[in-house]
């Protein structure tokens, strides 16, 4: 994703002069030469505000300017800053030799990645009669063994109320699941109860990526059964430098909602109109999108030829790569410990999270120990 560079921050920032704040004084005394410097310094401190103030003013006045200035800058990444060039020739004949050193390194890289593709395939098909067992479990269909109990989980005094399966488990999933439980909106929930199962399998032919199975019983919101969202990874399969698969897009399925009053990403607002030359009154009712979990069947896409301003192109990034990351929550997190997050219990996701904060954490700690080491107090 690209990074949002403030162009007039910028410019103004290099053309702050110099003031007594920001460049130490070489003498101790104020005598007569220092308070006339440091007056110049002052006129030279309020120069530079003028300057800045009018720039700003341009700058307001002439966005053409400020895009004209951002091209320009854009056309310089990437290019060389001559370093290479002035290298003697026996040292860029070493470092072209390291370059294709590195191309064979790459060509590893994505052999062992078609490697590791192909034994998570044939693990991934060992799971799956442990993830139907649950769904038998689940829904009513099958009660549970002797052999498959865990004694850790206390049973509780027996009552006499009837329970099929167990309700509401995948709502309750999802509503434990970080990052997830945050598109979950109270009408989301009376829909989400009919959830039975959500599946992870195998795109058609091969694809490289996966699809999410989402299985709903009957309900009277909408007609599907099953609700599929499919995300695709780049057909080359070149690997990032962390030895993870590139993203290329996501489909979803569309929902066949019952009526309009039962789609719950849209919120249907009724207002009267009265005709003043027939007084008849009608109720007019439109629909406003509103948000909702089963946005989810509907991935927000980017297309870089769009003729869209940065700041656009930049939101609807950061909604393709939130939407990447719902799927392999639900791929990596949700479907495998599913029983985890019932319970609320950690599944990998908050873990990751905290160890990501705590080493924040020990780096400014560090940071601080190393500042202090290098003060006057520590001696």
């Known amino acids: 994703m690209s990074q949002e560079i403030n162009i007039k921050n910028k410019i103004l920032a290099d053309l ?6 920001n460049t130490p004084l070489t003498k101790f005394g104020l005598d007569k030469s220092v308070l006339e410097a440091e007056k110049q310094a002052n006129g030279s401190s309020n120069t530079a505000k003028k300057v800045e103030e009018e720039i700003q003013g341009l700058l307001k006045e002439n966005p053409q300017m400020v895009q004209m200035v951002e091209s320009k800058l854009s056309s310089l990444i990437g290019q060389s800053s001559g370093y290479i060039e002035s290298l003697p020739k026996d040292v860029k004949l ?8 590195q191309e064979e390194s790459k060509t ?5 990645r078609k490697r590791m593709l192909d034994l998570e395939k044939v693990f ?62 109270e009408r989301d929930a009376q829909a989400l109860r009919y959830l039975e199962d959500i599946r992870v399998t195998d795109l058609e032919n091969d694809q490289p990526g996966y699809c999410l199975e989402f299985q709903f019983a009957e309900n009277p919101f909408f007609k599907n059964s099953v609700l599929k969202k499919k995300y695709y990874y780049q057909e080359d ?33 009724t207002k009267k109109q009265h005709n003043r030359r027939t007084q008849e009154t009608r109720t007019v009712r439109t629909t406003v999108p509103a ?29 393709v790569e939130l939407d990447y990351q719902l799927g392999e929550v639900f791929k990596d997190h949700v479907v495998p410990f599913a029983v985890n997050c019932f319970f609320g219990e950690p599944s990998g996701i908050e873990d990751d999270e905290e160890e990501d904060d705590n080493d924040s954490l020990l780096e400014a700690e560090d940071s601080e120990e190393d500042e202090l080491a290098g003060s006057p107090l520590s001696e």
């Open 16 to 21: 702050t002069a110099p003031t007594p704040q």
């Open 124 to 185: 991934f098909k060992k799971y799956q009669p442990l993830y139907a067992r649950r769904a038998e479990i689940v829904n009513g269909l099958s009660e549970p063994k002797d052999e498959e109990l865990d004694p850790e989980v206390p049973l509780g005094e027996p009552d006499d109320e009837v329970v099929r399966g167990i309700p509401e488990f995948w709502l309750t999933c999802i509503r434990n699941t970080f990052l997830v439980s945050e598109m979950v909106s």
């Open 108 to 112: 590893i890289q994505v052999e062992f």
């Open 291 to 319: 948000e909702s979990f089963f946005n989810f069947f509907t991935p927000p896409t980017l297309n870089e030829d769009d003729d869209e301003d940065d700041s656009l192109m930049e939101e609807k990034a950061e909604l």
């Open 94 to 101: 070493r470092v072209k030799a390291l370059k294709g050193i």
């Open 237 to 269: 399969l070149n690997v990032s430098p962390d030895q993870e698969l590139l993203y290329h897009h996501a489909e979803g399925d569309k929902i066949d909602w019952s009526n309009v009053s039962n789609n719950l990403t849209v919120t249907v607002r």
